[in-house]
């Protein structure tokens, strides 16, 4: 699989669902990968967001490629004033982080666009707020000034099977159409189709981007 073949799945993923392509944003997962890996398999076919998991990994990279850069990985407080430097923050999981984020931002003369993660699986080594714990986590999140909170974003529990984690991405859309927020931030390589017929916007591929045809 490459870039094309994976552009080529969404917009049949969007016909099964009678979605427009356009609403979805692949977003190319680069870690583990050289600049030079990420010109030839990515750029070389458009401008696509890049994702990254790792702050010191992301920092050299985003120093070499001039890209919109997604952070999408587990954050620390004390790596804020870095994340502040990214397009898009996926993963903001605790109320102090958004409240460190928020300083760097509004130090930064910046709004930050962020997502706010759930753990929907409740997997105890997953990151994410926890579905009881949004109402408040959101009221005070979109308090903050600095921050623009525009979606939500998950990370499904692993399965062979993509049918078996259907549910969890419905369930993140019915919590973004609660909040009237626009993004929807699901699926990865083994399933973002299934994630883009419950309504995913932003899809994290890695993986199948970089493999041999
Ligand atoms: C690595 C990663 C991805 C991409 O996963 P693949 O299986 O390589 O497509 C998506 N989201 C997050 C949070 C990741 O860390």
Redesign the pocket.
């Known amino acids: 699989m490459s870039l094309p073949g994976v552009l080529e799945r969404i917009q049949q993923a969007c016909r099964r669902a009678g979605r427009n392509p356009q609403e979805v944003c692949l977003v190319a997962?680069t870690?583990g990968h050289s600049v030079a890996e990420i010109r030839e398999r990515v750029l070389a076919f458009g401008d696509y967001p890049l994702?990254e998991?790792r702050i010191q990994e992301a920092l050299p990279k985003m120093a070499e490629l001039a890209a919109q850069w997604h952070f999408?990985?587990p954050l620390q407080r004390n790596k804020a004033k870095f994340a502040v430097r990214f397009d898009l923050i996926?993963?903001i999981d605790s109320l102090r982080l958004a409240e460190a984020v928020a300083r760097k931002a509004t130090e930064a003369g910046k709004q930050q666009r962020v997502l706010l993660e759930l753990n929907l699986g409740r997997e105890p080594q997953k990151h994410g707020f926890l579905e009881e714990e949004l109402p408040e986590a959101m009221a005070q999140i979109q308090a903050l000034p600095g921050l623009r909170v525009e979606g939500l974003m998950t990370?499904a529990p692993y399965s062979s099977d993509p049918q078996a984690v259907r549910p969890i991405f419905a369930q993140l859309s019915r919590l973004a159409d609660r909040y009237q927020l626009p993004e929807r931030s699901m699926g990865?390589?083994?399933d973002?189709e299934v994630a883009i017929e419950e309504g995913a916007t932003l899809v994290?591929?890695?993986?199948?981007l970089f493999q041999p045809d």
Request: hydrophobic content about 40%; aromatic content about 6%; overall charge positive.
């Open positions: 997962v870690k994702g998991s999408i990985g996926h993963s990370v990865m390589s083994g973002f994290r591929v890695g993986q199948a």
